[in-house]
């Protein structure tokens, strides 16, 4: 197994980094608002972490010394986070049997949040993506099926090769949350444990045709949560999915949220991930937050970014391969204002609906870490300058909000 390398920060660099944030032309300091400090009487706001900021190692595009800047914002600005990738099955348990786990960099996460007093989120769980094969795969596959590997996983590519039993799948399954959610029980205190299950389109298939339907049937939903449950009874366990600002598609999770609290299952939170672009306004995120509040659980935004790329404005979900493509080719006229405006507005709903909104979590700390950097999508520059949109939404959270 790899060892990560750990680096303690020197202080000085931390302190440095963390003074010398500029807002326009203004040093942030006590005098100056952080996202977490203007909208603590409302909700959480949270980043998604890489690697690199929980280890404090150079890597994703990023040298030293950006990370320590990384670490720094991160610090300043946020009281949770997210692990972007590395509980993702693919990364935590590549490889079958007990000794096929990778915890180290779950474990530098971990202690990284813990060290820092802020809330932790485990992501994810389940999920049709970044699996590896051999969990969909037969234990003893016939000869003539030798040419597919199942101990690689396949990123965009789904396993073909001869499958699991309903049995088997369901052992892995348990065997995966209970080792994964009990080694970090009480501490992590939020878990994606579906993620993206609902399908797309408007067809009337409730479900992702995924191999986890498939193989096991709809109650794997409901078999995950039970096992998260057991490991760690007092975790908020999430049903986490994209596109919800689509009303279609969030008929369909609340079609599938309510059969599982009539059948007792203990999903506690619903995670609208909320990858936008900026026609996105006040009105459809105050529908989509109107109608998910009448589940009865909270709602936690568990993704946000704001495409401005100019190929990015058509409904491409939370698909790498799509997104990728669709970040090419510049951005938006007058990008800066048009994610100013567009932050603006979905945060005035975050906020008239905070009895629902318990966590606002970005899907990054800056543009140059993000999935979709070529579309510009968060608060902060490659720099981790911050953009106007930062500015519109800090006024959010200081104006006055009638209770």
């Keep these: 197994m790899m060892k990560t390398q750990f680096r303690a920060l020197p202080f000085g660099a931390i302190a440095l980094a963390g003074a010398l944030f500029a807002v326009g ?3 942030v300091s006590a005098e100056n608002p952080t996202l977490k400090d203007a909208f603590k009487d409302h909700f ?29 914002l991160t610090k300043y600005q946020f009281d949770q986070i997210t692990a972007e990738n590395d509980m993702k099955w693919q990364l935590i348990h590549p490889r079958e049997g007990a000794d096929g786990y990778n915890f180290e960099p779950a474990d530098a996460f971990v202690d990284f949040g813990l060290g820092n007093n802020m809330y932790l989120v485990g992501h994810t769980l389940v999920w049709h993506s970044q699996t590896p094969n051999w969990v969909f795969a037969c234990t003893n596959p016939p000869p003539e099926s030798a040419s597919e590997t199942p101990q690689r996983g396949g990123f965009r590519r789904g396993y073909t090769g001869p499958r699991a039993s309903r049995d088997e799948l369901l052992e892995r399954m348990r065997d995966h949350i209970h080792t994964v959610v009990g080694r970090y029980k009480g501490r992590i205190k939020v878990w994606d444990v579906v993620n993206e299950a609902i399908a797309d389109g408007a067809s009337t298939n409730v479900l992702r045709d995924s191999l986890w339907l498939q193989i ?27 596109g919800l600002e689509n009303p279609v598609k969030r008929r369909k999770l609340m079609t599938l949220i309510n059969t599982l609290k009539e059948q007792g299952v203990p999903v506690t939170a619903i995670g609208s991930q909320a990858h936008v672009n900026v026609s996105t306004t006040f009105e459809t995120m105050d529908q989509a937050l109107t109608d998910m509040a009448t589940l009865g659980l909270p709602v936690h935004i568990t993704e946000l970014d704001i495409n401005t790329a100019a190929g990015g404005q058509r409904g491409t979900g939370a698909d790498i391969g799509a997104n990728a493509s669709a970040t090419e080719g510049g951005l938006v006229s007058d990008a800066d204002r048009k994610l100013a405006d567009a932050y603006a507005g979905i945060f005035r709903a975050f906020v008239k609906h905070r009895d629902a909104v318990k966590v606002v ?43």
Aim: glycine share 8%; proline share 6%; with cysteine.
């Design 25 to 27: 032309a203004t040093t």
């Design 44 to 72: 959480m706001v949270g980043t998604a972490i890489n690697r690199s900021i929980a280890t404090g190692s150079a890597g994703f595009r990023r040298s030293l010394e950006l990370v320590d800047k990384d670490i720094a």
């Design 216 to 242: 096991i049937g709809p109650d794997f939903i409901a078999k995950a949560f039970q096992y998260a449950h057991e490991a760690d009874p007092d975790a908020i366990l999430r049903c986490n999915d994209y």
């Design 361 to 403: 979590t970005f899907w990054g700390v800056n543009d140059a870490v993000s999935w979709r950097r070529f579309g510009s999508p968060l608060l902060f520059d490659g720099n981790n300058q911050p953009k106007p949109a930062f500015d519109a939404v800090i006024r959010v959270g200081t104006e006055p909000h009638s209770n």
